[in-house]
């Protein structure tokens, strides 16, 4: 016969073990690391696996002995007000969470983190920290998240975030911060890899807009500066126009709480609606817009808002698209994704659009670029002006040395034909009060009438009885010159022809 076997045991095993809940639980008391091996659970904190939760338990000291495998302690809302360096004597390598929000603590050793390198997300918000002293955090150098928003925080040592290398998100909003922290930034710097900075609801007044926008556009949609008392400005109003128009959630997601003071006014207005509106009139932000000249090199960036891109490529005005080197390598596409164009053409100006594969959603931009003539523009203009200003001082003198020097005489235009002399027996009246100059022929002489005769006055009104007896004609170039008065000054010069 065939044995029936009781409900309690397995069918696959030779001997059946009574599964009562007595013995269930001592069997996984036995493999659990609480257990004997491993240590207790602290007194009124809850341990499942290596979590260790104390939150609510109205500790004023963190409880000690932390069993040494704990990966998350949860020490929050409760009244530790203050974490010395002796708060974990015994190092927890396995530590990577620690949570310590709601517990007014108002002080925090700059050694208390030294028995847990290993953390990447600690959270100290909701207290009553004032100050980040020099090199607090400098031994958690794989830490990744840091929550310090709604503290009292007022002052920010500038060596506080050293050496951690790999922070990604930084939270320091609703605090007393009234200065703004670049140097956090600034790429190449302290924090590398930072990709989230929360400064919203300190005592901001003034921002480096400039700054701000040579940051990668991944960086500023992260960038959160909403409840600021700002002062309006344009380059400010400019910055948060453009993330906008690149849907920037920390723009596009706040709009209504980025807020400014307008000069001599004590109402916020909205920095978004400064847009030509008195007293500043700020103009729109254009989209990204870049000048160059014929034959120089230019770079067009691909600043796109997602930080893992998985690739991209650009397409020129004409509508080819550059995936590597173009033509002649005058178009190359470098590694970070840049378009470098060199020596620019008339035919490169345009709108080139660079396409973008991100993690989550595809983005496209677009740079527009104007290719001027040097002679009209950009920085050949200091030497047009130079050249220019050269020839005109030139031309000047010039002009004055002929004024000066080399003034026809008032009886230039006459040298070409030569006056007879006047008769002998003309009478002193008629040489000297006649109006109607006798012309020797033709009509029009142009200065006929100040051509006296040589029985006219003389120099300074004197009068001459007798002509000058006319010479005998002579051959060649100054065959038609006059006759020089002996007494004149002029005659001195009469015999040197003008050279111009």
């Not at 997601?253 to 007293?279: H, M, N, S, W, Y």
């Not at 008629?430 to 009509?443: D, E, F, I, K, M």
């Not at 006055?457 to 170039?477: D, I, M, V």
């Given at each position: 016969?065939?044995?029936?076997?009781?409900?309690?045991?397995?069918?696959?095993?030779?001997?059946?073990?009574?599964?009562?809940?007595?013995?269930?639980?001592?069997?996984?008391?036995?493999?659990?690391?609480?257990?004997?091996?491993?240590?207790?659970?602290?007194?009124?904190?809850?341990?499942?696996?290596?979590?260790?939760?104390?939150?609510?338990?109205?500790?004023?000291?963190?409880?000690?002995?932390?069993?040494?495998?704990?990966?998350?302690?949860?020490?929050?809302?409760?009244?530790?007000?203050?974490?010395?360096?002796?708060?974990?004597?015994?190092?927890?390598?396995?530590?990577?969470?620690?949570?310590?929000?709601?517990?007014?603590?108002?002080?925090?050793?700059?050694?208390?983190?030294?028995?847990?390198?290993?953390?990447?997300?600690?959270?100290?918000?909701?207290?009553?920290?004032?100050?980040?002293?020099?090199?607090?955090?400098?031994?958690?150098?794989?830490?990744?998240?840091?929550?310090?928003?709604?503290?009292?925080?007022?002052?920010?040592?500038?060596?506080?975030?050293?050496?951690?290398?790999?922070?990604?998100?930084?939270?320091?909003?609703?605090?007393?911060?009234?200065?703004?922290?670049?140097?956090?930034?600034?790429?190449?710097?302290?924090?590398?890899?930072?990709?989230?900075?929360?400064?919203?609801?300190?005592?901001?007044?003034?921002?480096?807009?400039?700054?701000?926008?040579?940051?990668?556009?991944?960086?500023?949609?992260?960038?959160?500066?909403?409840?600021?008392?700002?002062?309006?400005?344009?380059?400010?109003?400019?910055?948060?126009?453009?993330?906008?128009?690149?849907?920037?959630?920390?723009?596009?997601?706040?709009?209504?709480?980025?807020?400014?003071?307008?000069?001599?006014?004590?109402?916020?207005?909205?920095?978004?609606?400064?847009?030509?509106?008195?007293?500043?009139?700020?103009?729109?932000?254009?989209?990204?817009?870049?000048?160059?000249?014929?034959?120089?090199?230019?770079?067009?960036?691909?600043?796109?808002?997602?930080?893992?891109?998985?690739?991209?490529?650009?397409?020129?005005?004409?509508?080819?698209?550059?995936?590597?080197?173009?033509?002649?390598?005058?178009?190359?596409?470098?590694?970070?994704?840049?378009l470098q164009l060199r020596a620019l053409r008339p035919e490169d100006a345009g709108t080139y659009s660079c396409w973008v594969a991100g993690p989550l959603l595809n983005e496209t931009?677009?740079?527009?670029?104007?290719?001027?003539?040097?002679?009209?523009?950009?920085?050949?203009?200091?030497?047009?002006?130079?050249?220019?200003?050269?020839?005109?001082?030139?031309?000047?003198?010039?002009?004055?040395?002929?004024?000066?020097?080399?003034?026809?005489?008032?009886?230039?235009?006459?040298?070409?034909?030569?006056?007879?002399?006047?008769p002998r027996d003309d009478s002193i009246n008629s040489s000297v009060l006649s109006t109607t100059p006798n012309h020797a022929g033709g009509t029009g002489e142009p200065c006929g009438s100040h051509i006296a005769s040589s029985a006219g006055t003389g120099?300074?009104?004197?009068?001459?009885?007798?002509?000058?007896?006319?010479?005998?004609?002579?051959?060649?170039?100054?065959?038609?010159?006059?006759?020089?008065?002996?007494?004149?000054?002029?005659?001195?010069?009469?015999?040197?022809?003008?050279?111009?």
């Amino acid at each position: 016969s065939i044995p029936v076997m009781p409900p309690s045991c397995h069918p696959c095993v030779a001997m059946c073990v009574p599964m009562e809940p007595l013995s269930l639980l001592l069997a996984l008391s036995l493999l659990s690391p609480w257990g004997s091996a491993g240590g207790s659970c602290p007194p009124r904190c809850v341990c499942a696996s290596n979590l260790l939760s104390c939150s609510q338990a109205n500790l004023s000291a963190v409880p000690a002995p932390l069993p040494r495998f704990t990966s998350v302690l949860d020490l929050s809302h409760n009244n530790v007000t203050r974490l010395r360096a002796d708060w974990a004597p015994a190092r927890l390598p396995h530590l990577h969470a620690l949570l310590l929000s709601h517990n007014g603590l108002a002080f925090v050793s700059t050694e208390a983190f030294t028995h847990v390198p290993r953390l990447r997300h600690l959270d100290l918000s909701s207290n009553r920290l004032r100050t980040l002293d020099e090199n607090l955090f400098s031994d958690l150098g794989e830490l990744e998240v840091l929550l310090l928003y709604n503290n009292e925080i007022s002052t920010v040592d500038r060596t506080a975030f050293e050496n951690l290398g790999r922070l990604r998100k930084l939270y320091l909003g609703q605090n007393r911060i009234a200065r703004f922290p670049l140097e956090l930034l600034r790429e190449g710097t302290r924090l590398p890899q930072l990709a989230l900075l929360d400064l919203s609801a300190n005592r901001l007044r003034a921002v480096p807009a400039g700054e701000l926008q040579a940051l990668p556009a991944w960086l500023r949609d992260r960038l959160y500066l909403h409840n600021n008392p700002l002062a309006c400005d344009c380059l400010l109003f400019q910055l948060l126009d453009r993330g906008r128009r690149r849907h920037l959630s920390a723009v596009e997601d706040f709009q209504d709480e980025l807020r400014c003071f307008l000069p001599g006014a004590t109402a916020l207005v909205k920095i978004l609606d400064l847009a030509g509106k008195q007293p500043l009139n700020c103009s729109k932000a254009q989209e990204a817009v870049l000048e160059a000249h014929l034959g120089d090199s230019v770079t067009l960036g691909c600043d796109s808002r997602w930080q893992g891109v998985r690739s991209r490529h650009w397409v020129t005005p004409g509508g080819e698209r550059v995936l590597g080197d173009g033509g002649n390598g005058s178009v190359v596409l470098l590694a970070n994704g840049s378009l470098q164009l060199r020596a620019l053409r008339p035919e490169d100006a345009g709108t080139y659009s660079c396409w973008v594969a991100g993690p989550l959603l595809n983005e496209t931009l677009y740079v527009e670029l104007l290719v001027h003539n040097f002679t009209l523009h950009g920085p050949h203009d200091t030497l047009n002006t130079a050249y220019t200003t050269l020839v005109g001082c030139i031309l000047s003198v010039v002009l004055v040395l002929i004024y000066l020097y080399l003034t026809p005489c008032r009886c230039c235009c006459c040298r070409g034909t030569e006056k007879p002399p006047a008769p002998r027996d003309d009478s002193i009246n008629s040489s000297v009060l006649s109006t109607t100059p006798n012309h020797a022929g033709g009509t029009g002489e142009p200065c006929g009438s100040h051509i006296a005769s040589s029985a006219g006055t003389g120099q300074n009104g004197r009068f001459k009885g007798g002509g000058t007896p006319s010479l005998p004609a002579r051959q060649g170039p100054k065959a038609q010159r006059k006759v020089s008065d002996p007494d004149s000054v002029s005659s001195v010069f009469s015999d040197t022809p003008i050279v111009v």
